[in-house]
């Protein structure tokens, strides 16, 4: 039975992307087979991090690796373990940072919201944020500026699709920050299918969700030098003990790792762009809808659907009319101003996107008073 019945609510149908809010991901079966099997045993926690932390190793190209609860509480811990580092009486005073250097440089372009503004993940840690540039852009100069502060612990960069503005590149900041001594950290938390090119920018610290397109159980995953990632499992007798990684979680994220491991990702691109082909080839013939492909914005290796509404019909109300179907259907709404809808089909079956063109067809044919941009 489907989960969403066994606890009376409806399955969802997610085109929505790794958004927290509707379920994240769905997991391999071995992945769930690995959590179930863990949850019934006795296991020594330390040894499930050393073995995880290989797979970590391997996975990324990174000296060392470690899963705590989520990637939100990886910042957090990020962060702390950059004040700290392996100093037992400072890991047992956060988020009482006085004394520590506690400055957190954040571009102003990467000061995002992923459910939580990413600066209080800073502060929970008893860092204080320090923003360069401007929302719209920043460049090397402010954060050279930033950087001759002298109470600095780290530079916190994020590689996500909720930055904006214009920046320089990730790896010459690094480069920047490392030539002063800052250690950096890299929240690159739906960016795992990238993790090699974010850990060889040279940041001590790289932020990953196990959940997103892992697809494994929530956990963070944190990568990067020996030291570094050393001082963040510090933080377990400290403020991390609340954002530890339960042994079903780091279970499960081995599991999701191997798959990985397994994966090719060139056979998996053509599977997608077969599929995306498909999905468009149906939508197409449509009424007052023009139907596109769109590269992912942050570089993953897969396209997005834009449909683009004629004048006549309302996005926002085809979005809500959308939502209300059982199962309800889910999209990206960040284009609905300029009348379009925003659909991430890598993780739907065949048979899911049959049943989203049906009602995208039901709704754009048959009941246009329902969509239209006048009120009936
Ligand atoms: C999703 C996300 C997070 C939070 O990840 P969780 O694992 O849900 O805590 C943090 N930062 C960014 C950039 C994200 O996209």
Known sequence: MALGKTIGLSDIINARGTFTPLGVSRSHVEVQAAVAKALGAYVLIEGMQEAVSAHLVEFSGAEAGTVVHCAAAAV???????????????VARLPDADGLARRVLLPA????????????????????????????????????????HDDICCLLLVSSRLT?????????????????????????????????????TGADLVILSGQKYLAGPTAGLVVGSRAAV????????????????????????????????NLDIETWQIDQTRKLERFIHEVRGLPGVETFSQPDPTGLPFARVVLELAPEF??????????SFDPPIFVMDHMVRSNKLVLEITSLREDELDYVTMRLKGLLTQRPDRVLRIDY
Request: hydrophobic letters at 45%; one cysteine or more.
């Open 109 to 148: 372009c990467h000061n995002v919201n992923y459910g939580q503004p990413i600066e209080q993940a800073v502060r929970l840690a008893g860092g204080q944020p320090n923003l360069v540039g401007t929302k719209a852009e920043w460049d090397l100069a402010d954060l050279g500026h930033a950087l001759s």
């Open 314 to 323: 309302d996005a926002g109300k085809v979005i809500h009319h959308l939502q």
């Open 76 to 90: 957090t811990l990020a962060v702390a373990a950059c004040m700290t580092m392996e100093n037992a009486d400072a």
């Open 164 to 200: 904006g503005g214009n920046g320089p590149d990730m790896a010459a900041a690094v480069a920047l920050a490392k030539d002063r001594n800052i250690p950096v950290i890299i929240d690159g938390a739906a960016q795992d299918m990238r993790v090699r090119q974010l850990v060889s």
């Open 230 to 261: 050393t001082a963040v499992r510090a933080q377990e007798k400290g403020i991390g003990r609340g954002m530890k990684a339960s042994k079903e979680a780091i279970a499960g994220t081995i599991a999701a790792l191997e798959i990985r491991a």
